[in-house]
């Protein structure tokens, strides 16, 4: 008996989406702007989580360049040295031509550039990874005592600038999302208000006739559910789009240039898709049982 | 089965019904009758608990309606079918939506409803309308969808606030005969009406009401003797009640 009525509720909801069709595109107009704004800023902070995340990585190493006349000998031995400092976690040796290599990985298929260099431009260097970026200062002090270097690189301030760049953005794009919400629920709650409101006489009159709370409020129910449910989709579908646009935009050049990738559209997908619907369900289901809530007191 | 005892509605100062103690048997075919604001529609209502009384105790159907919680509103409405002068019918729905619907929120499997509403279509005349919303339908047709979906569930109750009020003479008694048919089959029918032509035509139990207080109760009653007064009035030549609706 339950399970028809759950048949029977969706049945209905269905057919009323579409006899009503002016509220049901309202109420999916709204939901689905609000979702498709939310999605945006919500892509904007995964970027940008992404972004400090492997800035993070890719600064928590130390580069020590050696001088021309340091042979391997030296240079194992300064390893041995370094390894034995607090904050060190790893340290290796980089020959220039595996400095090369790496760098014809990471331009991909812009590599032909470097085919322009005579000769191996870079010298022979050091890595150092560090345990934890607080203490990379110490590290450099250690390394800077060390005999037969050319130069230390390591972008401390760079990193502290990106982190309270990314950290503005992060605060700002949060506040924006949690305003946004708030105003789509008012919004959303108004929609279905004023379909229900359409339809207070035809409540009533299903009151007459000996319908339930729950018979009535069913299809409602139900229907805000759908509703919701279709605009996730649909503004999944439209942030998709935008994203892809605009990673065909910067993606492969601009954010080359920075060493990082944009997060794969595969993946936020999958994420957002499911995140939103949850989101559009529980706004269509709250936003129609509180829209009925005074129609269905008695 | 409709028992009033010693009720009294009271509308903040004015008076709804006052002390009304009244008992319709199962059968009975009763017109209500009194003049505007007599306390007619506040006896209906108060048999559907639309609204609460203030004294007394009423029972319909061997449910005490003064006792029931408001969560039981449904069940009572469901024993009972009404009818209404404004048809009420869903607009969204077609006419055999409309009567299917009161099948469904008993929960009666859709093999029964597809059986019987067609049944019942038939029994009211409109078979050929089934597929058609209200708004297509003339009066008179939407009156017996809604007498449709008042009887499908087979009510012991029919209750029929002004059911003829919005219709023109002939299409109003062809809703009597209706209604005539569906009591002789066993269901108690109170209707709430101004026509005194119909009352009078039918011969049935009369309950005439007025300010609240039940003044006359005859079985096999007419709509009642008017005060010289008002009936000077009616007969005067382009007065008012100058024909025969009333
Ligand atoms: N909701 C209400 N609030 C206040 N007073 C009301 C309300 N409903 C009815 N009344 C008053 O109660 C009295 C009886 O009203 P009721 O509707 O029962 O009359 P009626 O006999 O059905 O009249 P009519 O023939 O015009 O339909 C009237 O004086 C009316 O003004
Ligand atoms: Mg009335």
């Known amino acids: 008996m339950f399970i028809r009525g ?12 579409v006899r009503n069709r002016a509220m049901s595109f309202a109420s999916l107009f709204s939901i689905t702007a609000m979702l498709l704004v939310l999605g945006l800023f919500f892509i904007l902070i995964v970027n940008v989580n992404m972004v400090t995340e492997s800035a993070k990585k890719q600064f928590d190493t130390i580069q020590i360049y050696l001088a021309e006349e340091t042979d391997r000998t030296d240079a194992q031995r300064m390893i041995q040295s370094l390894s034995g400092t607090k904050g060190v976690a790893k340290a290796w040796y980089l020959s220039k031509e595996e400095a090369m290599d790496e760098y014809r990985q990471k331009w991909g298929d812009k590599s032909y550039l470097l085919d322009g260099f005579q000769e191996n431009p870079l010298p022979n260097s050091i890595r150092v990874k560090i345990t934890d970026l607080e203490l990379a200062d110490s590290v450099v002090e250690a390394a800077k005592k060390l005999e037969g270097i050319e130069d230390i ?13 990314t950290g503005y953005i992060k605060t700002g794009a949060l506040a924006v999302i949690i305003s946004l919400i708030a105003v789509s629920v008012v919004v959303v709650a108004n929609t279905i208000k004023l379909t229900v409101l359409a339809r207070a006489r035809e409540i009533s009159i299903m009151k007459y006739v000996g319908a339930g709370n729950w018979f009535i409020r069913g299809p409602f129910l139900v229907e805000g559910i759908l509703i919701g449910l279709f605009s996730s989709v649909v503004s999944v579908l439209l942030v998709g789009l935008i994203y892809h646009k605009l990673a065909e935009l910067f993606g492969n050049d601009i954010l080359l240039i920075f060493s990082v990738v944009m997060v794969p559209e595969s993946f936020l997908a999958a994420n957002l898709l499911r995140i939103f619907m949850a989101l559009g369900v529980s706004i269509g289901a709250f936003g129609s049982i509180i829209s009925m809530r005074r129609f269905l007191d008695t | 089965m409709i028992i009033f005892e010693n009720v009294t509605k009271m509308y903040d100062g004015n008076i709804g019904i006052e002390n009304v103690t009244v008992k319709i048997d199962k059968g009975d075919f009763v017109f209500l009758v009194g003049p505007s604001g007599a306390g007619k529609s506040t006896f209906v209502k108060l048999i559907l608990k639309e609204v609460d009384g203030d004294k007394g105790r009423i029972r319909v159907n061997g449910m005490d309606v003064t006792g029931i919680s408001n969560r039981q509103i449904p069940r009572l409405r469901r024993s009972i079918g009404i009818v ?13 939506e409309n009567v299917a619907f009161a099948m469904e929120i008993l929960h009666i ?19 050929s ?7 297509e339908l003339s009066a008179g047709e939407q009156q017996r969808v809604a007498i449709a979906r008042a009887v499908i569930n087979n009510p012991t109750v029919l209750i029929a606030d002004e059911p003829t009020g919005n219709l023109d003479p002939d299409t109003a008694w062809e809703i009597m005969q209706l209604l005539e048919q569906i009591n002789r089959r066993g269901t108690t029918i109170l209707m709430v009406t101004h026509a ?13 009401i007025d300010k609240g207080k039940i003044v006359r109760d005859d079985r096999d009653g007419s709509y009642g003797y008017e005060s010289e007064e008002a009936y000077s009035f009616r007969c005067k030549p382009g007065g008012v009640f100058d024909n025969n609706v009333y």
Do not use: W
């Open chain 2, 109 to 127: 499997s859709s093999r029964t409803i597809r059986r019987n509403v067609p049944q019942v279509l038939g029994l009211m005349g409109i078979s």
């Open chain 2, 196 to 208: 005194k032509d119909i009352v009078d035509r039918m011969g049935k139990r009369v309950i005439a």
């Open chain 2, 84 to 96: 209404f002068q404004d048809f009420r019918l869903l607009p969204n729905k077609t006419v055999e």
């Open chain 2, 129 to 135: 309308k089934s597929k058609k919303y209200p708004h």
């Open chain 1, 153 to 165: 690189k390591y972008y401390r301030t760079a990193v502290d600038k990106l982190l309270a760049v």
């Open chain 1, 6 to 17: 759950i048949g029977n509720a969706v049945k209905l909801a269905f057919v009323q989406i």
